[in-house]
């Protein structure tokens, strides 16, 4: 049997005592085309960590199982997304939200039929010649992108007390990889975080955004 018809499941009842190591071991069987699938997400210890942390194929929800059977990433991000309650009525005030973005960004995507970075790449960067600007950069354009923070800091102090228990944080200085856990766990590519580029394409990119302000802002008045 071909290794791209396996699927290697993670049951949510087992408690994983250290997911940076099995998230190693669990890339090479990914490298060599096994797919790997969180079960139950949502319940026991599947959670968003852990979902951050080992970054599987295939996630499945337990009251959609029978439904939709195995679902992707992104999917499952959805439907996680749809039950989170409305923290005031739309319209009372702006008020910055990941989750926001992270729906945002998923219905660029099904409007334009493609992917988030794919259609950047066409119809933002391309057409602006910023080429240095985008997801995902080659490991050969790292020496030119700064890094982004030495491991989770941030993201440790935002999660407050729920983190401190928490033992799957990274270390290592996150250079050219996007540092935000939901980011990373949808691949690197979402509306909220994971766009890089080099220091030319971030200047080029800001004087468009200032020259188009003066536009706008000209033809308001």
Do not use: C
Not at 3 to 15: G, S, V, Y
Not at 103 to 111: D, E
Not at 198 to 212: D, N
């Amino acid at each position: 049997m071909a290794l791209d018809r396996l699927i290697m499941e993670l049951a949510e009842e087992e408690e994983i005592k250290d997911p940076v190591s099995l998230r190693v071991i669990l890339a090479e069987y990914q490298r060599m085309g096994v797919k790997i699938a969180l079960d139950d997400f949502g319940s026991g210890y599947a959670g968003l960590k852990l979902l951050a942390i080992l970054q599987p194929d295939l996630i499945k929800l337990e009251d959609l199982q029978a439904a939709t059977g195995a679902l992707t990433g992104r999917d499952a991000y959805v439907e996680r997304l749809k039950r989170l309650p409305l923290e005031r009525p739309p319209g009372e005030r702006v008020v910055y939200s990941d989750p926001g973005y992270i729906l945002l960004g998923f219905a660029l995507a099904r409007a334009g039929g493609a992917t988030l970075d794919r259609l950047f790449a066409e119809r933002v960067a391309r057409p602006l010649a910023l080429r240095d600007l985008l997801y995902r950069p080659p490991r050969s354009l790292r020496r030119r992108i700064a890094a982004t923070e030495a491991g989770n800091r941030r993201e440790k102090l935002l999660a407050g007390a729920e983190g401190d228990g928490y033992n799957g944080w990274r270390t290592e200085v996150a250079w050219g990889e996007v540092h935000d856990l939901n980011a990373r766990a949808l691949g690197g590519v979402s509306a909220h975080a994971g766009l890089f580029g080099t220091a030319r394409a971030k200047l080029r990119g800001e004087l468009m955004k200032r020259a188009h302000e003066r536009v706008f802002q000209g033809i308001l008045n």
